[in-house]
């Protein structure tokens, strides 16, 4: 509207001096042209659709299990994918967990598209185990990342020290790592005692609770001197009172968050069979609380994010929803009410509100991530399914598609898996969501459990802008896990990140923080509130890049 404005002034001048040239037969006729309005050209709706570059990719990870044996739950259960930048040289690799019937993998990204093999190099293939929740994270503050890697039914499980130049040393006794439960199901790091360094918490899902041991769920690290260290304080930090009305420790995914805004690291730990708890973080001690507003059924899958926008970290949690079933004469999931997506106040009070929102009918769900897929400023929802393989209960969860629940303006959510091309029918068990080829959309991977894992790109079309942020912290946090970003844009839209290893089920987000701003490509500003509580602000930062903030 301003270029044909100002054109159509520009012709009313030019036609004013023309017509006061002079009159009469001799004057000079100037013929005046009024240029074509210039319109501006129409941004039409990003499209979000995804494509299979599997393939293409060169990945060609499986998940197996020795035929020859019984397929216990942990075994059933079991997989994993660790997203992160092991190698340091700035785009994003892939360890996956393979079961007991190969070897794990280590996928280098070669920027170009493509990942190149390089577990046995490195040294961390772990033959014939059945493996569980690998991650990453910078244990020593070297800068480096290292690598931790479960294991089910009484197998070995490793915490690998990153040497520097693409291989790996196995640390596991030297650190003090000793874990006498027989499955360590997903693993997350987090400074949860405010000493600068990244402590190690443990899911350990069948192990018996006995009032005289310790749960092993709580690792501090007691790194000094370049020697790292681990010690079991789960006993310490009040564990063994919180489970005193359980005759089993049914945990599946513990995740850090600060809740309550107080600046501290709180646990959210994700359990089967109703135990999911809240536990605020009294600076030595746990202490658990929403009791009653808790209340999944079968926890299994963890997501924190900002679903809202209102600054605060609020919690989805996958679980079991009702589906009919033809196969067997009494449908045992027919009381199951499936996901539940609690809603945080501000000061770590939580409200279910899957139902209302409508992303509690998500079949058999397992790992869960918070993402903006569609780079609109909303935060969306996405999970794996699948279960029954066993040929024995549930069947009718065999096939389960994945879930995708893209959130509208008015706060609801629309499943989309099949319009947008994710609804894989595997036995998903972990998932990662990154923005894996630098192109500014998140992508997602998936492991499943006996079965192939699967990279999904993300070919959102152009017209919704972004930014990613990557922050480097001061040692011993070099990640700056713990950190919280808050970026406003320029229509006054807020949007919040916390930095953390996700850990999702037995699988892990690289840590970085992704904002989408829909048509608005307008400069943002930046506020982040590092670990130690300083602030530094940035202003009018360019959109559509990823950008690196050092403390």
């Known amino acids: 509207m301003k270029n044909l404005t100002q054109c159509l002034v520009l012709a009313f001048i030019l036609f004013g001096i023309s017509a006061c040239g002079g009159g009469g037969s001799d004057a000079v006729k100037n013929e005046v042209v009024i240029p074509t309005p210039v319109v501006p050209p129409s941004v039409e709706k990003a499209i979000l659709t995804f494509s299979n570059q599997t393939n293409a ?89 290292d690598l931790f890697v479960g294991a089910v039914d009484n197998d070995p499980y490793y915490l690998f020290h990153n040497n520097k130049d693409g291989t790996f040393t196995d640390i596991t006794i030297s650190a003090g790592v000793i874990i006498k439960a027989a499955n360590s199901v997903s693993t997350t790091f987090g400074d949860i005692d405010n000493d600068g360094d990244l402590d190690m918490f443990i899911s350990h899902w069948g192990n018996p609770f006995n009032a005289d041991k310790s749960l092993e769920i709580v690792w501090r690290n007691d790194s000094e001197n370049g020697v790292i260290k681990f010690v079991d304080v789960s006993t310490e930090w009040g564990m063994n009172e919180l489970y005193l009305d359980q005759a089993l420790d049914t945990s599946f995914v513990p995740s850090l968050s600060d809740i309550d ?99 509690d009918d998500g079949g058999w769900a397992w790992a869960a991530c918070i993402a903006d897929f569609n780079n609109d400023g909303l935060n969306d929802i996405f999970h794996v399914n699948g279960w029954g393989q066993s040929g024995v209960d549930f069947t009718q969860y065999k096939d389960d598609i994945s879930r995708l629940y893209l959130q509208q303006s008015d706060g609801t959510f629309v499943e989309s898996a099949a319009a947008v091309k994710v609804n894989e029918a595997k036995q998903g068990r972990g998932i990662s969501c990154n923005d894996i080829d630098r192109d500014g959309d998140i992508d997602i991977i998936t492991s499943n459990n006996d079965s192939t894992a699967t990279y999904f790109r993300n070919d959102l079309t152009e017209g919704h802008h972004y930014l990613i942020i990557q922050l480097k912290g001061q040692y011993p946090n070099s990640q700056a896990l713990g950190a919280k970003i808050q970026v406003t844009s320029s229509t006054g839209l807020v949007q919040t990140k916390e930095l953390r290893t996700d850990t999702n089920f037995v699988s892990m987000n690289a840590v970085e923080a992704h904002f989408g701003f829909a048509e608005n490509n307008e400069p943002v500003d930046i506020v982040i509130t590092w670990p130690n509580s300083t602030v530094s602000e940035f202003k009018q930062v360019t959109v559509d890049q990823l950008i690196t903030f050092q403390e």
């Not at 299990?65 to 994993?80: K, N």
């Not at 190149?116 to 929740?133: L, N, Y």
């Not at 994010?305 to 009702?322: E, F, L, P, Q």
């Not at 009381?335 to 501000?346: A, E, P, Q, W």
Request: charged share 20%.
């Open 57 to 145: 990719s060169n990945l060609n990870a499986v998940h197996g299990h020795d035929v020859r044996q019984y397929l216990s739950m942990p075994m059933m259960y079991s997989a994993g994918v660790a997203v992160a930048d092991y190698d340091n040289d700035g785009d994003l690799d892939l360890y996956f967990v393979s079961g007991n019937d190969g070897d794990n993998y280590l996928y280098q990204n070669q920027g170009d598209g493509t990942f190149t093999e390089t577990a046995s190099e490195a040294g961390v293939t772990i033959p014939g185990v059945r493996s569980s929740g690998p991650t990453f994270a910078d244990i020593d503050g070297d800068g480096w990342l």
């Open 261 to 359: 805004n107080d600046g501290d690291i709180d646990l959210l730990l994700v359990s089967d069979f109703g135990k999911s708890k809240v536990l605020r973080n009294d600076g030595n001690k746990f202490t658990r609380t929403n009791v009653e507003s808790i209340n999944d059924q079968f926890g299994m899958g963890s997501a924190v994010g900002d679903i809202d926008n209102d600054g605060d970290m609020d919690w989805y949690v996958t679980s079991i929803h009702k589906k009919d079933n033809s196969s067997q004469a009494i449908n045992l999931s027919a009381s199951y009410t499936g996901n539940r997506l609690y809603i945080n106040d501000g000061e770590g009070n939580f409200k279910n509100t899957a139902l209302a929102k409508e992303v």
